[in-house]
């Protein structure tokens, strides 16, 4: 089975601007959830979604949000970018709904200048 | 509110010695899990080894192991045999029986010696 894909892999935008990224998860995995990695706050739970759903939000501002399709892939979109929201973007793919099994990505890496 | 803390910013190893990484959690939950994620330079968050807390046995895959204290909510990753394969990110994470939200602890920076 081909592994969890995200593009793009590296992004740079301007303060102000919004950014959509993407993930494909493995095949038939329903779960997909999103991660920021920064060196000062470490890495943190930005949404997951299963089967078209949000089931779990983590504690970022509305400018973040996301959406999964029918063939489970999803999009994350983080409006008006601030130079803080420089970050790696992790999303991490799951067959079921309990944490036991997930699969990440090779990231998407945004700078914002 | 679950928490997850690894005290060691940074270990290093000679290769072929045997580390020892720290990592303590809190929770109120009786069904979750334990992991330990690698992260090399490449960035590529890749899965070390797994823990049922209902199981007491503890996981073991290859030269990683991991010492379970559920009692006392320690959970510690042991790798034997250091390659300098193994340098890396070292990521204690928990996770709810409900949900597939990982929870992180801010990581262990391992090196190794040739």
């Known amino acids: 089975k081909a592994g969890v894909t995200q593009t793009p892999r590296y992004l740079i935008k301007t303060r102000g601007q919004q950014v959509t990224l993407s993930c494909s998860p493995i095949s038939g995995h329903r779960s997909v959830s999103w991660y920021q990695q920064t060196p000062g706050q470490g890495l943190q739970f930005l949404f997951e979604?299963?089967?078209?759903?949000?089931?779990n939000k983590g504690n970022f501002p509305g400018r973040f949000s996301g959406r999964q399709f029918s063939n489970s892939r999803s999009e994350m979109n983080v409006s008006t970018l601030e130079l803080g929201d420089s970050a790696l973007y992790l999303c991490?793919?799951?067959?079921?709904?309990?944490?036991?099994?997930?699969?990440f990505g090779p990231g998407t890496r945004l700078t914002v200048t | 509110a679950q928490t997850v803390t690894q005290s060691q910013p940074e270990m290093s190893v000679q290769e072929a010695e045997t580390v020892t990484l720290s990592c303590t959690y809190d929770t109120s939950e009786s069904d979750y899990y334990l992991f330990w994620y690698k992260q090399p330079p490449s960035r590529q968050m890749i899965l070390v080894i797994r823990q049922e807390a209902y199981k007491q046995q503890n996981a073991t895959e290859n030269r990683f192991s991991v010492n379970f204290q559920k009692a006392a909510k320690s959970f510690s990753l042991k790798i034997s045999d250091s390659q300098l394969g193994d340098a890396a990110m070292y990521f204690c994470a928990y996770g709810g029986g409900a949900t597939n939200k990982l929870i992180f602890g801010t990581g262990t920076l391992l090196a190794v010696q040739p």
């Open positions: 979604y299963f089967s078209e759903t949000q089931r």
């Open positions: 991490a793919s799951s067959p079921g709904t309990a944490a036991y099994e997930q699969y």
